[in-house]
T-cell receptor, first 110, second 116 residues
Framework: AQSVTQPDIHITVSEGASLELRCNYS??????LFWYVQSPGQGLQLLLK??????LVQGIKGFEAEFKRSQSSFNLRKPSVHWSDAAEYFC????????FGTGTRLLVSP | GAGVSQSPRYKVAKRGQDVALRCDPI?????LFWYQQALGQGPEFLTY????????KSGLPSDRFFAERPEGSVSTLKIQRTQQEDSAVYLC??????????????FGQGTRLTVV
């Protein structure tokens, strides 16, 4: 069965510190991989996506993610977090319909 | 419009009532998706249209749920005889191509349905 695991429900990071959000997936083949961000009352916004090629993917807002086939992981990183990054982050996989993880809520402390 | 538009933004329905949720995708987008997001959960796939054809409805939780896109643009998700477990945010997304390669799915802000 296709599934996405985001093991961290909440993460608190100090402003200016680095961030890594974990994502593991189970899929029949290497799917397309996505990270979305959802702010309160807002729709999902695509941060970045991986289809093929270079396993380190750059996205918007200074985010990047690395695909590791051997670990079935697609972790999201940011070197320096800003207070405006506080939101819910979803990892998703799929070719047409997406399978989402349960999300990680990022809190940013001053 | 510039993005995916959903209406209403909020809907309160009495248990047993029928509801209709509307999605206006980005103009010209071929693919349209409906997702259900329960509180504290990630979105879950409901159904997928390519133009007016409903190619995948495997995620619809029961026969009370029905979706259509008769002219290949606006879509309506209808829920009959609503139940409390239907309370969720219903998200619509559209993309320019048949799949997601080389493109992305743009999401609307969703309709929050509360069944009382």
């Amino acid at each position: 069965a296709q599934s996405v695991t985001q093991p961290d429900i909440h993460i608190t990071v100090s402003e200016g510190a680095s961030l890594e959000l974990r994502c593991n997936y189970s899929y029949g083949a290497t799917p397309y991989l996505f990270w979305y961000v959802q702010s309160p009352g807002q729709g999902l916004q695509l941060l970045l996506k991986y289809f093929s090629g270079d396993t380190l993917v750059q996205g918007i807002k200074g985010f990047e993610a690395e695909f590791k086939r051997s670990q079935s992981s697609f972790n999201l990183r940011k070197p320096s977090v800003h207070w405006s990054d506080a939101a819910e982050y979803f990892c998703a996989v799929g070719f047409q319909k997406l399978v989402f993880g349960t999300g990680t809520r990022l809190l940013v402390s001053p | 419009g510039a993005g995916v538009s959903q209406s209403p933004r909020y809907k309160v329905a009495k248990r047993g009532q029928d509801v209709a949720l509307r999605c206006d995708p980005i103009s010209g987008h071929v693919s349209l998706f409906w997702y259900q997001q329960a509180l504290g959960q990630g979105p879950e796939f409901l159904t997928y249209f390519q133009n007016e054809a409903q190619l995948d409805k495997s995620g619809l939780p029961s026969d009370r749920f029905f979706a259509e896109r008769p002219e290949g643009s606006v879509s309506t998700l209808k829920i009959q005889r609503t139940q409390q477990e239907d309370s969720a945010v219903y998200l619509c997304a559209s993309s320019a191509d048949r799949g997601l390669i080389g493109t992305e799915a743009f999401f609307g802000q969703g309709t929050r349905l509360t069944v009382v």
